[in-house]
């Protein structure tokens, strides 16, 4: 068989039924070799959308997402959503085409050097030498990709390499290695020092919905009476809903919940990786001890020391430290918990227009079902989303903050659908992000599948907007004008509908969900809101 047949045969015996892309001129084999396959190809209409797509949809199913490009410039366009997975601990395989093994040595037609171009930004970056190490690479990259913690295999496919003869190389076997049972030493050294502790604190980091540890986290929560925070990208691992829930952390600022971390005199990271949040925001006088409970030993950070480290399999390390700790009954936080709850609830009914944040984010709640899935695009937008939107699942709302880049929303919503056909997906994103990647309307129209885009509108990039008012008091080019948002959505085909009050919120999100199409909202937002936000916390009593 040719190559390019190998290597599709390879894709399908990791069990990738999906692959996103843009074909080129240098991976014709490949795409043709597609048709004979059991895989479904997403054409996208820009790489950076391909990626993307990989990167949530590997991130929400837990395989690979595959995307391809073709060489040089398809190849480029491909590296931000690659190295958006590869530090949010996404599993992905990106693939590009290349020019012929006789002129890459020289100066030639779009060619670049691909392999070292992906190299920082991916676990595993390889070229395809001959025709016969293709099982072996296409398995090594699934295995790399996946193997905890998991980021980007990119593989490399010369298309004269592509299209030659192979004879007796089938695909090997799919071998993913399971994590260690933590040492008993460990478990016990972090039972006693559990033991010793008044007020333990949890922060849960997206490592536990990696792990399918969530069900045992609230377990070990319940049983020894823990409050537990979790990370933007770790929202859900416990009901927000949940008596021990203290909500998401990750502000740059202090919030009500670094109240919970100054009084606590432990704090349990449990699948905590500090690209998610700087140690340095939640431990800044290290006075509370540590005890980090991951699959990897944790990173060097000098906010960052821990008096124990729980290494291996998280599920087994919970099973093992609860079977042996106590119950903390003083480690009471109501009065906090209600005061975070408060929060939610704050502007539930503002009437207020522009809307404000948190009235926008408690009808976006209302409207949807626990199971239906928000993607969070970058933004002043996500630091809402993260500290207001109450998720009551794990990977409800994904919020890439490992590498945090604008343009994730749309075609992440897009993916979610792929994975989760029977669930709603809204994108929610700021009128930056969302033209960063508006192209993927036409792919979803395309494919027919159902998103509803809901775009916060405040003509600006309002993130940088507000820290710039917060360090210098003026802003320095931020500002732009937008689109008429609604006739852009018609003009793919889609539904656009603009918010003109308050109350027409609520109703035009179920409207637009019901309509079983894309669906753009033009939501004007107020932001006036950040900087009463920062000056609120500026002056935080601790509610404990
Ligand atoms: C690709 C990319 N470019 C730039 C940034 C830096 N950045 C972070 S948030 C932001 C502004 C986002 O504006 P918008 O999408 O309108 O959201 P808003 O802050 O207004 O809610 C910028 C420029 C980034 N994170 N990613
Ligand atoms: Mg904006």
New binding site residues.
């Given amino acids: 068989m040719k190559a390019a047949e190998l290597f599709v045969r390879c894709l399908e015996n990791e069990g990738v039924d999906t692959l996103f892309g843009i074909p080129g001129e240098e991976n014709l084999d490949v795409m043709d070799a597609l048709l004979d396959s059991t895989l479904r190809f997403v054409t996208t209409r820009h790489e950076q959308g391909a990626a993307f797509m990989a990167d949530v949809y590997g991130r929400l199913t837990g395989r690979a997402g595959v995307c391809l490009a073709t060489l040089g410039p398809g190849a480029t366009n491909l590296v ?1 959503g690659v190295a958006d997975a590869n530090m949010d601990r996404a599993p992905m395989v990106a693939i590009a085409g290349q020019a012929a093994t006789t002129r890459l040595h020289k100066e030639s037609h779009q060619v670049l050097d691909l392999v070292n171009m992906f190299r920082p930004i991916s676990k595993f970056s390889v070229q395809i030498l001959e025709p016969e190490i293709i099982p072996e690479i296409v398995r090594k990259a699934f295995k790399v990709a996946g193997t905890e913690k998991p980021g980007c295999s990119f593989i490399d496919f010369p298309e004269n390499i592509a299209g030659q003869q192979v004879e007796g190389k089938a695909p090997l076997k799919v071998q993913f290695p399971a994590l260690p049972t933590p040492s008993r030493d460990k478990i016990a050294q972090a039972a006693d020092i559990l033991d010793r502790a008044e007020f333990p604190i949890i922060m849960a980091g997206n490592g536990v919905i990696r792990s399918g540890a969530c069900a045992e986290l609230v377990d070990f929560a319940e049983k020894l009476n823990i409050p537990v925070a979790t990370t933007f990208m770790a929202k859900g691992v416990i009901p927000t809903s949940h008596a021990l829930s203290l909500g998401a952390v990750g502000l740059q600022a202090d919030d009500y919940i670094s109240c919970g971390f100054d009084r606590a005199d432990l704090i349990l990271c449990i699948g905590y990786d500090i690209v998610e949040y700087h140690p340095y925001l939640w431990h800044k006088r290290q006075e509370q001890k540590v005890i980090h409970i991951d699959s990897l030993p944790a990173e060097v950070d000098e906010h960052y020391i821990v008096a124990c480290g729980v290494i291996g399999d998280i599920k087994a390390a919970l099973k093992g430290i609860v079977a042996e700790s106590r119950y903390h009954a003083k480690n009471v936080v109501t009065g906090l918990r209600q005061t975070i709850v408060q929060e939610f609830q704050a502007q539930a009914n503002a009437p207020d227009f522009p809307l404000k944040p948190q009235r926008i984010i408690w009808d976006l709640r209302q409207a949807l079902a626990p199971e239906d899935i928000v993607v969070c ?8 989303m993260a500290r207001l939107f109450q998720a009551e699942r794990p990977n409800t709302c994904i919020i890439s903050n490992g ?5 994730i929303a749309v075609p992440g919503a897009v993916a979610a659908r792929l994975a989760y056909p029977d669930r709603h997906a809204v994108a929610v ?6 033209l ?1 990647n508006a192209q993927e309307i036409e792919t979803a129209m395309r494919l027919r599948l159902p998103v509803v885009i809901l775009v ?1 509108n ?1 003509g ?7 820290k710039q008012m917060n360090q210098f008091g003026r802003e320095s080019h ?1 500002d732009f004008g937008n689109p008429d948002f609604v006739k852009y959505a018609e003009s793919f085909g889609a539904k656009g509908y603009r918010v003109t009050t308050a109350d027409e919120l609520l109703p035009t999100l179920k409207r637009a969900l019901d309509d079983d199409t894309v669906v753009v909202i033009d939501c004007p ?1 107020d ?1 006036q809101e950040n900087l009463r936000l920062t000056e609120k916390l500026g002056e935080l009593v601790c509610p404990i």
């Fill in positions: 931000t695009d970058v933004g002043a937008h996500k630091m809402w590498f945090a880049a604008m343009g994103t700021g009128d930056a992000g969302f960063m916060w405040d600006s990039y309002g993130l940088i907007k507000w931020v937002v932001y």
